[in-house]
């Protein structure tokens, strides 16, 4: 009888074990019903885009759910990190962790404001603050915090450190919808939070993402700014640009905003069979818990591979891609060392971002993976490290390379 241990693996000529692929992130539709009950009055109304009555609907529940005074959608999340810079006035340069998704350094750049990379906490992902303050110069106009894997980063040191030198701290809320602190949610810090609905967010719009403040001058500057500076059928009274949110999307984002609290039962639900079917592995790691009072989304099924294990994170990953499990390095190589950035001189290494890069995988979670595809994951990998000397020189022999 075979076993976990003795499992023929794909990548050393066995059938793989998924014939459909998992993929990270794969889309939560909510209630498709629902959805297409609300495109029918789209439809009837005939008001698809320009601040229609479904797009202030999810500004409404958005500010609601988050804790914020004021939610302003727009097409994506990089437009309404742009838009929000832009508003805010920032110059010169502005902090924030290098691990973290590409577009939180990009948008920066495509503002004329150059990204100043921090280092992380080794135990929760996310910005370091004490290193934060060591960064700070003449020319910083503003400290970016990273919330990441559905909580939430240091809020109260960063703001801290904001309120002694006298800088705004803004936030990268992408990760963070469903997430509370003490009964908190993500809109209730710092001077602003920029929001994704991208596919893969635990709320997704399709597309699309939003700004949520208290500040109402911010708020009236944004919405002037995302609908090319219009005030009126023929007054323009700022630059501005097209970043409206269309009907279509401010639908499927009311629809998964509405199934939120299903989408987290079930990711915690993955969590827990993850939890057993990696236990049996002494050199894979699921992320700890964050701190007490945090109640995450779980929406990121996260790992740390062992440096002194006999298998590196890449080799799984061979492993895994041959299977049909299409496992993550995420945020490999970190956005310092990636090529908009990297020929950068006079930056201080980051060694914990580094060593990080280099260990972190993220599996298939969510309402598309099944107990028994927890598993089967959980055998395959049983199975690679019982033939470790062997993956290993298959990977040395052909360059067995995971998807980036």
């Known amino acids: 009888m075979t076993g976990p241990s003795n499992r023929p693996l794909a990548l050393l000529g066995g059938k793989p074990g998924f014939e459909t692929p998992l993929h990270v992130g794969r889309p939560n539709v909510g209630d498709r019903q629902r959805f297409f009950q609300s495109l029918e009055q789209t439809f009837d109304d005939r008001w698809f885009t320009n601040d229609g009555p479904l797009n202030r609907a999810f500004e409404a529940a958005i500010a609601e759910e988050v804790g914020a005074r004021h939610c302003i959608t727009v097409a994506n999340g990089t437009l309404a990190l742009q838009l929000l810079v832009r508003a805010l006035g920032l110059t010169g340069e502005v902090i924030l962790p290098s691990f973290t998704f590409i577009s939180s350094a990009t948008a920066l750049s495509w503002e004329g404001l150059t990204p100043v990379f921090c280092e992380i906490s080794p135990e929760t992902h996310m910005i370091d603050a004490d290193h934060a303050e060591t960064l700070i110069s003449a020319p910083t106009s503003a400290i970016m915090g990273v919330h990441l894997w559905g909580g939430f980063c240091d809020a109260r040191a960063l703001e801290d450190l904001g309120r002694r030198k006298g800088l705004p701290v803004i936030y990268d809320g992408a990760h963070s919808l469903g997430t509370k602190l003490a009964g908190l949610g993500a809109g209730q810090f710092g001077t602003a939070t920029i929001l994704s609905f991208h596919a893969t967010k635990i709320v997704n719009a399709f597309e699309g993402g939003a700004i949520v ?9 944004l919405s002037l700014m995302r609908n090319f500076g219009f005030t009126g059928p ?12 269309n009907e279509v999307s401010a639908a499927m984002g009311l629809n998964t905003l509405g199934k939120v609290g299903t989408a987290i039962a079930v ?31 779980r929406h990121y099924l996260v790992a740390e591979v062992d440096a002194s294990g006999p298998l590196d994170r890449n080799q799984l990953l061979a492993v895994l891609e041959a299977e049909g499990v299409l496992a993550r390095r995420y945020f490999y190589p ?9 020929l950068e001189r006079g930056r201080a ?10 260990r972190i995988i993220q599996f298939p979670t969510g309402e598309t993976v099944s107990h028994e595809d927890i598993d089967r994951i959980g055998e395959l990998l049983q199975a690679a490290y019982a033939q470790h000397r062997a993956i290993s020189a298959r990977v040395a022999r052909d360059g067995a390379k995971p998807v980036a």
């Open 334 to 342: 970190g956005c310092h060392r990636s090529a908009p950035y990297a």
């Open 349 to 358: 290494p980051l060694p914990a971002t580094e060593a990080l890069c280099e």
């Open 267 to 297: 990711n915690e639900d993955r969590l827990a069979r993850y939890r057993d079917a990696l236990d049996p592995l002494p050199h894979l790691h699921l992320m700890k818990d964050p701190p007490a009072g945090v109640r995450p989304n």
């Open 213 to 221: 403040t208290d500040d109402p001058a911010l708020a009236e500057r």
């Open 234 to 245: 023929d007054s323009v009274v700022t630059l501005g640009i097209n970043a409206k949110m």
